[in-house]
């Protein structure tokens, strides 16, 4: 298995010289680094300062709302608070979050020495923080930033000031950088596994990222048609939204929709992916169902193209329309159900422990449920009508968010964190974090569950004096759920600075390639291929 | 897809022009999304 060894000459003439020797010196290295692990701590970083601005914007909304009237802010800054939390935890918290992870993870999975492109890999890092500048400095601009809500439709997203255009340029910015991260993961993952590394035998993280590497491609393009579109709409005369051309606005809400809601998908499937490496450590037993699980991911990201406009019941589509995008959605519920029927399996008469990462992943498994139990019930459509643009909305796909997503991050991140740093870190205090977490995740969001059903709006920076008590108990949760994230960073920061050395594998019912490595990590790893053996293989059962 | 025997050898040449030939690929196939897009409207008059 093992190839000969030839390379050494064959490399230094081009490309082979940052193949072996480390950074450049000081800031100058982080700039022009193209390891896949550098990267991906870069992603990693700069996902959870995005994390805390978005957060912060989300307190100036739960602040607003924590009393009926207006107290602290202006209308239409509320409307581009709530819209820039949005794009910020979307665009720059959640998906460079997993893209973070993705780098770290793939190559050291498959048993490749980096990322297939990694040059391309740098720039699709460093395209991220103008477009972040793009996003929060629109917020300083004549007009502010755009307040349309992350869905951006027109006619409002046509006739707003230069705080929108910012906007259009910032997502045309970071789909490229999404579509490039996409490229580089897909041909890393067909062209780059080790020998006897074969697609079935890949570890759960790799095959939900290479799916969702799919969608990405096939998605963002259609996002940035839209807001192409919308560009031109707003400068150069075109009418394809534009109703007083002649343009149709719902038009918009169709394609934002079509890559809207593959976009869910995009976010929620690494996540899966993550919560597959967690659960079956610390059962002490492999994945269950590891081929159910492959099939499971590529049909709910092909199906999830065919649902977009249960977001869009209530525009007028014919009830034949609604009748068909509401079995459809519905029917994602089986793929989704198989996936968790696995996990719970995979516990099942496993020797469970409960440190951090199994915590959060449990928590995830819990709280993801949730939300997609909500999920079904707004896929109704005679439900959906009732519940359109309330805060049973918001409440629900927090569940998916925060708890699929974010839950799973913080899973992967406590996870691999050893491995990364080579310390332990403070178990004691990720417990902390996860209890406070959890329960005050769920102080600010269940309440909103009988907000929406009660028929408070969502995206309105007042309310009628009958809902006042469910936000205040709303408001204080998001208040202790956003300074709880600060106990992330503090064990973070003082697993750096020291702590217990970690062992080369520091979870003993963990499988893969990259248990076999050094903790830490060394600069470089699997230049030469590994060899594959069946205990390394987590997909193996 | 190429076949898994030759990948994460150490042939680099190989791999770079698979890996270049995937990564065009991709990025021809994200270019006609993006166009198609647009073009689908644009000859429809919005509708
Ligand atoms: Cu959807």
Redesign the pocket.
Known sequence: MQASHDTHDHAHGDHGDHAHHGRAPGLMGWFTTTNHKDIGTMYLWFSFVMFLVGGAMSLVIRGELFAPGLQYVSPEFYNQMLTLHALIMVFGAIMPAFVGFANWMIPMMVGAPDMAFARMNNWSFWLLPPAAILLTGSLFVPGGAAGTGWTLYPPLSVQMGLGMDMAIFAVHILGMSSIMGSINIITTILNMRAPGMTLMRMPMFCWTWLVTAFLLIASMPILAGAVTMLLTDRHFGTSFFNAAGGGDPVLFQHIF?FF??PE?YIIALPAFGVVSHVIPAFSRKHLFGYTSMVYAIAAIGLISFF??A??MYVTGIPLTGQLYFMYATLLIAVPTGVKVFNWITTMWRGELTFETPMLFALGFLFLFTVGGLTGLVLAITAVDIQLQDTYYVVAHFHYVMVAGALFSAYAGAYFWLPKWTGRMYDEALGKVHFWTSIVFFNVAFFPQHFLGLAGMPRRIPDYATQFTDFNAVSSIGAFGFGFSQLIFLWVVLKNIKGGEAAPVKPWDGATGLEWTLPSPVPYHTFEDPPVITEEHLAAAH | MSANAVENTNDLDTQRRNNRRVGILLALFASAVFVTVIIRQWVSGGA
């Open positions: 929709w809207g809601h869910v649902v977009w249960h977001h």
